[in-house]
């Protein structure tokens, strides 16, 4: 269900615009607007339902929320957050006007996470060209296309996150993801490649990063060094061999990539606490 609302009081143009056929998109508009506000026009103290971005094209006005008061004018915007308590205002001398668009789904959160901007620091800049307004403007533009408006209304608001996410970028939070992706590879190429003799040196080839980087991430999100990571999961593997199919130590040994059962033999030894030939008298014995 479509709805739209309009009003002359306090602005030259105004739209609402949400449908309950756009939630299957991982980000969708619930909100787009232009304001040109009247002196003292103001929204809240209350709390938004959904994600949030406004970007001033001229005036003044005051945007209070965490006990703090920010006060912008042309080129700045902030951000609201679902969570928080807001109230902003137009200047009585300088009102301000502005463009907003407001977004929700499974991914809006995440997204905002890939920026600087929260709702802990809400206020950003950027005067360098038009891109905000024209993005901003062909989303509410969009709203009036019919049974169509949903996916355009979704592909404006991709281009203007994209430029968003650009000019803001959490550089911690984005090198954290690329590494915790890069983990993710190399543990599906380990598993992938563990009977073959993974190394270290094929890890590097196949991911394209140095030893020392691989190093680093491995102990950041897996707690260990990949030499180790590759050591345990083969010793794990090796030991499911061992219980269940009752091979030898030297077949157990070449299905886990080890070409030395005497080097295999002193690995396990240091991972399970005693050799391979004991483990596997235990498990017959129990």
Not at 74 to 83: A, E, H, I, T
Request: with cysteine; net charge negative; proline share 3%.
């Amino acid at each position: 269900m479509e709805r739209r609302t309009g009003s002359s009081l306090n602005n030259e143009t105004f739209i609402n615009y949400w449908t309950e056929q756009a939630t299957h998109f991982d980000l969708y508009v619930m909100e787009c607007g232009y304001e040109k506000c009247d002196p003292l026009h103001f929204w809240g103290p209350a709390v938004k339902r959904f994600h949030s971005i406004h970007y001033i094209l001229s005036g003044e006005g005051e945007l209070h929320m965490n006990g703090q008061t920010f006060r912008l004018g042309r080129g700045d915007g902030f951000y609201l957050s679902p969570r928080q308590v807001v109230h902003y205002i137009a200047s009585e001398s300088n009102p301000w006007e502005y463009r907003w668009v407001s977004f929700n789904g499974s991914q809006a959160q995440s997204t905002m996470n890939l920026t600087t901007v929260s709702d802990q620091n809400p206020v950003f800049h950027f005067d360098r060209d038009d891109r905000f307004a024209r993005t901003m403007c062909e989303i509410y533009d969009c709203s009036h296309s019919g049974h169509v408006a949903d996916f355009l209304l979704t592909g404006r608001l991709y281009l203007f996150m994209a430029d968003f996410v650009s000019l803001f970028r959490n550089e911690s939070h984005a090198d954290f993801e690329a590494s915790r992706e890069y983990v993710s590879q190399a543990l599906r190429f380990i598993e992938g490649n563990l009977q073959k003799g993974c190394t270290v040196e094929s890890l590097t080839r196949h991911l394209g990063l140095s030893r020392t980087y691989i190093y680093k991430i491995f102990m950041k999100h897996v707690g260990m060094s990949p030499t180790d990571y590759m050591a345990n999961l083969r010793i794990s593997h090796a030991k499911d061999l061992l219980r269940s199919s009752r091979c030898s130590v030297s077949e157990a040994a070449l299905s886990v990539g080890y070409d030395d059962p005497f080097y295999f033999s002193k690995v396990f030894k240091k991972i399970v606490g005693k050799s391979p030939a004991a483990y596997l008298k235990d498990m017959l014995a129990e």
